[in-house]
């Protein structure tokens, strides 16, 4: 099991050795310095009353591995530019657990809680982090104002899969605010994919960028579509023209040759998921074309069509 970080003076040394062992980690080598997400997902709140998230507490909700970092880890977040955490509620019935994101938090000698709004009342409950301990460890760091590389491994993909709805790695990286200091790693890949801050979200670094195009699934004159990101993650926004075709192809991402430019050299394998206001669930994605040629990434619409005039916005994680 890994070790927990308990002091800030330990937290900048091996973080400062995780950043300049990068070149040694992309042939596989463990960052010694690294902060693995889950670890920021060993806290756990029981619930002290009916729709109560208002907790008595004698830390105060502060948690290891940073408890001594400065400003300390708040296991609901502070605010600010990294927002607050989301917080998963974990109800004893099954299909009444959630994940909130807090409006604002509360901090008192021997108390601490949050606001929301859940879509489900919950009586018998606990609370954890909303993203298996990945915000968590990226704000702590971020608002720290520390260098350092979150790591995400095979039992982060286990918590992520526990989590209630549709959550994914690639959308909780998509969704995370971080800062420049700041990588996140996958370690489940090889090579490993490391995720650096862009202003705006984080994106894998390398990887020539697709060419994305509109189908009949995205209807008849649609608007985009508009693609941000690189060839390994990024996001295909569009809004649906008139009349689209359900079971048809939503849109293409096609990729530059990878022997001769930035592409893949093999055929990759790649997530969608919606991460628009408006969600939808797309079709079995399928490939063709080569690494010589490009390979072309279909994504297709499912029975139920996309409806017309409506704007959708889809990310992509492509390994």
């Given at each position: 099991?890994?070790?927990?970080?308990?002091?800030?003076?330990?937290l900048?040394?091996?973080?400062?050795?995780?950043?300049?062992?990068?070149?040694?980690?992309?042939?596989?080598?463990?960052?010694?310095?690294?902060?693995?997400?889950?670890?920021?997902?060993?806290?756990?709140?029981?619930?002290?009353?009916?729709?109560?998230?208002?907790?008595?507490?004698?830390?105060?909700?502060?948690?290891?591995p940073?408890?001594?970092?400065?400003?300390?880890?708040?296991?609901?977040?502070?605010?600010?530019?990294?927002?607050?955490?989301?917080?998963?509620?974990?109800?004893?019935?099954?299909?009444?657990?959630?994940?909130?994101?807090?409006?604002?938090?509360?901090?008192?000698?021997?108390?601490?809680?949050?606001?929301?709004?859940?879509?489900?009342?919950?009586?018998?409950?606990?609370?954890?982090?909303?993203?298996?301990?990945?915000?968590?460890?990226?704000?702590?760091?971020?608002?720290?104002?520390?260098?350092?590389?979150?790591?995400?491994?095979?039992?982060?993909?286990?918590?992520?899969?526990?989590?209630?709805?549709?959550?994914?790695?690639?959308?909780?990286?998509?969704?995370?605010?971080?800062a420049?200091?700041?990588?996140?790693?996958?370690?489940?890949?090889?090579?490993?994919?490391?995720?650096?801050?862009?202003?705006?979200?984080?994106?894998?670094?390398?990887?020539?960028?697709?060419?994305?195009?509109?189908?009949?699934g995205?209807?008849?004159?649609?608007?985009?579509?508009?693609?941000?990101?690189?060839?390994?993650?990024?996001?295909?926004?569009?809004?649906?023209?008139?009349?689209?075709?359900?079971?048809?192809?939503?849109?293409?991402?096609?990729?530059?040759?990878?022997?001769?430019?930035?592409?893949?050299?093999?055929?990759?394998?790649?997530?969608?998921?919606?991460?628009?206001?408006?969600?939808?669930?797309?079709?079995?994605?399928?490939?063709?074309?080569?690494?010589?040629?490009?390979?072309v990434?279909?994504?297709?619409?499912?029975?139920?069509?996309?409806?017309?005039a409506t704007?959708?916005?889809?990310?992509?994680?492509?390994?």
């Amino acid at each position: 099991m890994r070790k927990f970080y308990a002091s800030l003076v330990t937290l900048v040394f091996v973080c400062l050795a995780a950043m300049a062992s990068l070149t040694a980690s992309a042939q596989g080598t463990v960052p010694p310095g690294i902060v693995w997400a889950e670890q920021f997902n060993n806290w756990s709140i029981q619930s002290q009353g009916a729709n109560q998230f208002t907790f008595a507490q004698t830390n105060n909700c502060q948690s290891f591995p940073l408890a001594n970092a400065v400003p300390p880890y708040f296991v609901f977040g502070t605010g600010g530019t990294f927002g607050y955490y989301p917080i998963f509620i974990q109800d004893a019935n099954p299909s009444n657990s959630e994940i909130v994101t807090p409006t604002s938090i509360s901090r008192a000698s021997g108390s601490c809680g949050f606001s929301a709004s859940p879509a489900n009342s919950h009586t018998s409950f606990t609370v954890m982090s909303g993203t298996a301990g990945l915000q968590d460890a990226v704000g702590t760091l971020a608002q720290g104002g520390l260098v350092g590389v979150v790591g995400i491994d095979r039992f982060f993909y286990n918590l992520v899969a526990g989590l209630p709805g549709s959550q994914t790695v690639g959308k909780l990286i998509h969704n995370l605010k971080g800062a420049s200091g700041v990588q996140v790693v996958d370690t489940t890949t090889s090579p490993w994919t490391y995720y650096a801050w862009n202003g705006t979200n984080y994106f894998a670094n390398g990887g020539g960028t697709p060419v994305a195009a509109l189908s009949t699934g995205a209807g008849t004159s649609p608007t985009g579509p508009a693609i941000a990101g690189n060839g390994a993650t990024g996001t295909v926004t569009l809004t649906a023209g008139t009349t689209p075709t359900a079971s048809a192809t939503i849109f293409t991402l096609t990729y530059p040759s990878g022997t001769t430019s930035t592409g893949f050299n093999h055929q990759p394998t790649c997530t969608i998921a919606s991460v628009g206001a408006n969600a939808y669930t797309v079709g079995t994605v399928t490939y063709s074309g080569s690494a010589s040629a490009g390979f072309v990434v279909t994504v297709p619409a499912t029975a139920t069509a996309l409806t017309a005039a409506t704007a959708y916005s889809f990310s992509y994680s492509c390994q």
